[in-house]
């Protein structure tokens, strides 16, 4: 059973940033595309940002591009996402997900494996 946590959520002003990094409990995460979603209140669970397992290929939400950055570190299980610019619409609980193969999926049912989520909230 592959375990993910993320952290590195929190409280911070309209246009600043925040990373948020993502641990694996294994190596699978070297090899299998790995994702952010988020979910506000009351709203669905949706896609942010995907990275295929050699860190070569990303995607982003319309929403997020040129504002978000994905990367990887599979020598140490890790997977963040820098956030630069954000808005309060950014506010969501922030989650890591891992998926079922090797392509940039952006669809839920795409990922098998999820952490706790970590808050960020960002005030006008």
């Known amino acids: 059973q592959v375990q993910l946590v993320e952290s590195g959520g929190g409280l911070v002003q309209a246009g600043g940033s925040l990373r948020l990094a993502c641990a694996a409990s294994?190596?699978?995460?070297?090899?299998?595309?790995v994702a952010w979603f988020r979910q506000a209140p009351g709203k669905e669970r949706d896609f942010v940002a995907a990275i295929t397992g050699t860190g070569r290929s990303t995607n982003y939400a319309d929403s997020v591009k040129g504002r978000f950055t994905i990367s990887r570190d599979n020598a140490k299980n890790m997977v963040y996402l820098q956030m630069n610019s954000l808005k309060p619409e950014d506010t969501a609980v922030y989650y890591c997900a891992l998926g079922t193969g090797y392509r940039l999926e952006t669809s839920k049912s795409s990922y098998n494996y999820w952490g706790q989520g970590t808050q960020v909230t960002v005030s006008s």
């Open positions: 294994e190596r699978t995460v070297g090899i299998i595309t």
